[in-house]
């Protein structure tokens, strides 16, 4: 596939394409640390809003990859880059609490804020947590998510994410949401920037075919889906999205990659 010969950097989706909960992907570390050897620029990028930036590099080292902090670009990561250019805002958040030290630098209100922070919160959402974030947005205050995602894969299945949730709220509101992470475009051009590259020398791999494959060739990126996570035949046959490339897991990339690097 002629696209792939211009590939000089890769954004890799995490969970669902190196592993799922902690179960690792086979063949993913090995597949990683060859791509890595060849020399492509890879940075590792989450919409997963449960783990503290600290908490989620502890994991992901755990289960076998090297792969350094500053190579991970979460949504969670971007929303702080997000809210710092606002100066001193008063925050709600709807976060993890291993995620809520991660915005200690905000002041923090449940009764009056410039912003609500909705991400990923497990079995906390109930009806009299919607209608809290309900009377603060009609107060004046702004939603901002993580990010949208239908839903995810688990060892246990596919579960609901938080984007039920989101467009629950957007529509008593009457607001529309900022959507921080994938497929947002200003996601994908941040990852760029940090790559220093221009988006058709970079492939996004994911296993969603809409908010990886679908954000990234949106942003001008290749998109690679494999099959892992929360892949379904049904799902993605069903998307007008496109893929690039498909290819059974992250373990076969490598072998469908030029050894020597365009323009190296």
């Given amino acids: 596939m002629p696209k792939l010969s211009l590939i000089q950097g890769i954004l890799f989706d995490l969970d669902g394409v190196l592993y799922v909960d902690s179960n690792v992907i086979e063949g993913a570390v090995e597949a990683i640390t060859e791509i890595k050897r060849r020399g492509y620029r890879c940075r590792f990028i989450t919409n997963t809003s449960t783990l503290s930036a600290a908490s989620l590099h502890d994991k992901i080292t755990r289960l076998g990859f090297d792969i350094e902090e500053r190579e991970i670009i979460s949504a969670t990561r971007a929303t702080l880059i997000y809210l710092e250019q606002f100066g001193d805002p008063v925050c709600h958040l709807l976060l993890a609490d291993d995620v809520r030290h991660d915005f200690d630098r905000f002041r923090q209100s449940d009764t009056q804020a410039d912003f609500v922070i909705v991400g990923d919160i497990g079995d906390r959402w109930s009806y009299s947590v919607l209608n809290r974030v309900f009377r603060l947005l009609t107060g004046g205050a702004r939603l901002i998510a993580v990010h949208k995602n239908r839903f995810w894969q688990t060892e246990q299945g596919l579960q609901m994410d938080i984007g039920g949730f989101v467009s629950a709220l957007e529509y008593a509101s009457a ?56 892949y379904r035949k049904a799902y993605a046959d069903a998307s007008r999205v496109m893929p690039d490339l498909i290819i059974p897991s992250v373990a076969e990339l490598p072998a469908r990659l030029p050894i020597e690097i365009a323009g190296s």
């Avoid at 529309?176 to 497929?183: D, H, L, M």
Wanted: glycine share 14%.
């Fill in 175 to 230: 607001q529309r949401a900022t959507i921080i992470g994938k497929p947002s475009p200003d996601f994908f051009r941040a990852a760029l920037t940090e790559l220093e590259l221009p988006p058709e020398r970079v492939a996004i791999v994911g296993d969603d075919i809409d908010s990886d494959v679908g954000g990234g060739q949106n942003a001008g990126l290749i998109g690679i889906l494999v099959k892992t996570g929360k």
